[in-house]
């Protein structure tokens, strides 16, 4: 399995983790991943997680993630805590982690889009 053909133009746009820090991060006990697609996006796709990584979610836009600019330590309440954060293709995605970063989250990745994260486990790397 290869990553999709638009990849790189989109984890250059919008700073994605490479594929080794994701699965890095998947393995480590503790991390975060945040989902910030819709609702309706979450119910056609969910990406399944190690039973040691917290999965949660957030509404975000590609200019704005409200819950986060205001409560984010109700998705992570750890702001040392590895974070991914993935939505459909990135954009959203890098809305989330800017956001966090703000707030003080220090180890936030974007971890691009849902088909990205569910490729990077079957890469090798």
């Given amino acids: 399995m290869s990553l999709a053909p638009d990849y790189e133009t989109r984890a250059q746009m919008n700073d994605f983790a490479s ?3 994701i699965v890095d991060a998947l393995a480590r006990p503790g991390t975060v991943v945040l989902d910030v ?3 309706d996006e979450i119910a056609e796709a969910k990406l399944e997680t190690p039973d040691s990584v917290h ?3 957030t509404g975000c836009s590609r200019t704005q993630c409200p819950a986060l600019e205001t409560d984010p330590s109700q998705f992570v309440k750890d702001k040392n ?3 991914i954060v993935y939505c459909a293709s990135g954009a959203r995605a890098n809305r989330a ?3 966090l970063e703000k707030q003080g989250y220090t ?3 974007n971890g691009g889009g849902l088909k990205d994260m569910l490729v990077y486990p079957q890469l090798d790397i």
């Fill in 19 to 21: 594929p080794k820090e």
């Fill in 55 to 57: 999965w949660t979610k």
């Fill in 81 to 83: 805590a590895t974070v």
């Fill in 97 to 99: 982690k800017i956001t």
């Fill in 107 to 109: 180890k936030v990745l």
């Fill in 37 to 39: 697609r819709t609702e």
